[in-house]
């Protein structure tokens, strides 16, 4: 692989899920594709497009962060849960990067699932879209920040499109995305396949 920070992102990635009780994975090149195009693409990438495009779509509430949150919904769940997971399997204490992988695989799978729903239905009140887009784009900026030890070039990349300090470890209590701000239209994609097997 080239040196590209997707790559290497990728790669590490692919190597945690299949971490085992202390044991470095042995890596195979088509297992990396699968899991680049399943996890990577499919999930996370598909995720965050559906998000965006939710947003901008004919039932969508425009590229505005709102000021209201929903916190009872599948990201606002995901948002009691997973970030903590995540800190805590890829501490030195609870190191378990196979876990963590696994957590934000099956996270950002379920934060689809519940944006492609929204997606589809006409009847959601632009108020209550709003805040759960809201909740999503929240996730979204948490996911990329607790995720950074396994995915840096990811966690800086999405951390800059939503206006995230890159470096900054945890909110004091507060939202990461300001309500207010304006979002991109669309992300480009991060991840990318490796040539040819």
Do not use: K
């Not at 594709?33 to 939710?54: G, H, K, M, N, Y």
């Not at 108020?127 to 607790?146: C, K, M």
């Not at 300090?165 to 209590?173: E, K, T």
């Amino acid at each position: 692989m080239n040196a590209h920070p997707a790559d290497r992102d990728a790669l590490r990635f692919h190597a945690c899920l299949l971490w085992s009780h202390g044991r470095p994975p042995v890596l195979d090149e088509r297992e990396l594709a699968e899991t680049i195009q399943v996890v990577l693409i499919e999930e996370v990438e598909q995720w965050i497009d559906q998000l965006f495009r939710s947003a901008a779509g004919p039932f969508g509430v425009g590229h505005v962060v709102r000021p209201a949150m929903e916190r009872d919904g599948v990201a606002g769940r995901l948002l009691r849960t997973v970030p903590r997971e995540l800190r805590r399997w890829l501490s030195t204490e609870g190191f378990a990067p196979d876990l963590a992988a696994a957590a934000l695989a099956r996270a950002t799978a379920q934060a689809r699932r519940d944006v492609q729903r929204l997606g589809r239905s006409p009847l959601v009140r632009p108020e209550v879209r709003g805040a759960r887009l809201a909740a999503h784009v929240e996730l979204l900026a948490v996911l990329a920040l607790a995720a950074r030890p396994m995915l840096p070039g990811w966690s800086a990349f999405i951390a800059g499109q939503l206006g995230v300090p890159a470096d900054l470890r945890r909110s004091a209590g507060g939202r990461l995305v300001r309500p207010g701000r304006r979002l991109p239209a669309e992300l480009p994609g991060y991840f990318r396949l490796p040539p040819e097997v």
